[in-house]
């Protein structure tokens, strides 16, 4: 079992940066890829970013890119979500999701992460 938590939300203004992160602990028997989800109210849960064991392959959603940096740390069990140029609409809940497949490909499919983290809630006021 693999536990999850993330840090760092908050409260900022558009156009402000937040740095979220993701500790992860617990038996991590195999590398894990690594991603960062974010929902509001009655929607579903929402891709951002993701990155590999290595911290050599990433990926981002096209709201992001350009914007978001997601990292690895030097240990490989904690995890980073640089967010700069805020904006409201990327006001929600973010979550931090562990993937065990070692697939060898990024996924960006919620259902495919099989750990996760109660979520920090970050709100950029306009």
């Known amino acids: 079992q693999v536990q999850l938590v993330e840090s760092g939300g908050g409260l900022v203004q558009a156009g402000g940066s937040l740095r979220l992160s993701c500790a992860a602990s617990g038996r991590i028997l195999s590398a894990i890829d690594m991603g960062w989800f974010r929902q509001t109210p009655g929607k579903e849960r929402e891709f951002v970013a993701a990155?590999?064991?290595?911290?050599?392959?990433?990926s981002y959603s096209d709201s992001v890119n350009g914007r978001f940096t997601i990292s690895r740390g030097y240990a490989k069990i904690t995890m980073y979500l640089q967010m700069n140029s805020l904006k409201p609409e990327d006001t929600a809940i973010y979550y931090c999701a562990a993937d065990r497949r070692n697939s060898g490909s990024l996924s960006t499919t919620a259902g495919e992460y099989d750990y996760w983290g109660q979520g920090t809630q970050v709100t950029v006021s306009s």
């Open positions: 990155v590999s064991w290595s911290g050599g392959r990433t």
